[in-house]
């Protein structure tokens, strides 16, 4: 049996991806390694409400909190706040939100292979593995969609640099925590990244941290858990993972592949969240496999229907290699400078944490804020 399209990994953005392709009126099947949609869960969690508002992800099913801003905590200690009146994000349950896409996609009359890995591809044919017995697969065009680790992505023989997927720990933890805020705690416990606390309540939160080099993630929790004194219990979910942190792949498609979320780096270099972004990514994907099933355009248009994403996208990496540049006393200078120049204010009111363009051209509209302008500009 020929099967129009074929998406590899059943995670967020894979299984919107086939939505919206099944929406278009395509045969979509799924194929998914693992025997359960959802898991192992391997994500914080965390959405902006503009973008899942945007993309009508079924977050009523699996939130299980709202934050309305972020303290963010220099090395010595100083905080910056960044605050709205309403909630802007959502603390999401991942396996729920990945298993009611599941239904969503099995609604629309999705075809999902659970227990079945990906071992080749050669042109339209997928070598597959079947609840441990090998099978072939005949598909027009296949989406990469299995995460930050892709096996697609090797199988295709596109490299991404070590130091752009930082590895990650985090666990869940009762204590007592602000529930309307979510931390990010920045120090040499955390080189290329931060530590984070995302609350699920005013007595759980999530605790994690990523870091590049070759630091040990759990070591590097125990280092910042110790250094913010966090008076916490019950340590549970213990979760580990790969945050892609770079700029997204040039090459994203190969002969009739294509790549999708973090499969592609198509993540936000500064927080390494990929839900939103990797959603929007496959919208993109959708116009792009859509017109050539339809009319033969080529299906290396993917890359300039990503163009506003990757506008973007750069913004972000930009943002994150000027914040790798900083030593502990840089930004400890620099968050002295923000409070000084009235950032909080600034952030607070024209803040985006999917979309920096929104706000990037504010900031040249602000002459307190002129010298970080110059600085992002150059870098």
């Known amino acids: 049996m020929v099967h129009a399209i074929a998406v590899i990994g059943a995670g967020a953005v894979g299984l919107h991806s086939a939505i919206e392709l099944l929406k278009s009126g395509w045969d979509v099947t799924v194929i998914e390694e693992h025997g359960e949609v959802g898991r192992p869960v391997q994500c914080a969690g965390l959405v902006s409400r503009t973008g899942a508002e945007m993309l009508h992800l079924p977050t009523e099913e699996c939130t299980v909190n709202e934050v309305r801003g972020a303290k963010l905590f220099a090395p010595d200690g100083q905080i910056l706040k960044i605050e709205k009146n309403k909630s802007v994000a959502y603390v999401l349950d991942r396996a729920k939100l990945d298993k009611a896409l599941y239904a969503e996609a099995k609604k629309h009359n999705a075809k999902i292979m659970l227990n079945t890995s990906l071992i080749d591809i050669r042109n339209e044919m997928l070598f597959i593995k079947h609840e441990n017995r090998g099978e072939m697969l005949k598909a027009k065009i296949v989406i990469g969609a299995d995460g930050a680790n892709s096996n697609i992505r090797k199988i295709l023989g596109i490299n991404v640099a070590a130091e752009n997927l930082l590895h990650a720990y985090q666990v869940t933890a009762k204590g007592s925590f602000d529930k309307d805020f979510v931390e990010l705690h920045f120090g040499n416990f955390a080189p290329g990244f931060f530590a984070w606390v995302v609350p699920e309540s005013s007595e759980t939160a999530r605790i994690g941290i990523a870091c590049s080099g070759n630091k040990n993630p759990n070591e590097a929790l125990q280092e910042f858990m110790g250094k913010a004194n966090l008076q916490i219990s019950d340590v549970h979910s213990r979760l580990a993972g790969i945050v892609p942190v770079g700029p997204p792949l040039k090459e994203n498609l190969k002969g009739n592949v294509l790549l999708v979320g973090d499969c ?25 496999i859509s017109e050539h099933l339809k009319n033969n355009a080529p299906l290396s248009n993917y890359s300039s229907n990503l163009g506003a994403l990757n506008k973007e996208l750069a913004m972000h990496w930009k943002l994150r290699n000027y914040f790798n540049s900083l030593n502990e006393n840089d930004i400890n200078a620099l968050f002295a400078k923000l409070r000084k120049a009235r950032a909080e204010d600034f952030l607070s009111l024209h803040g985006d944490m999917d979309m920096p363009s929104k706000f990037l051209p504010k900031l040249l509209r602000t002459p307190s804020l002129w010298g970080l302008a110059l600085k992002l500009a150059i870098k």
């Open 264 to 288: 592609a780096l198509q993540t936000k270099a500064t927080t390494g969240g990929g839900i939103i972004t990797g959603c929007i990514a496959s919208l993109a994907l959708n116009k792009t």
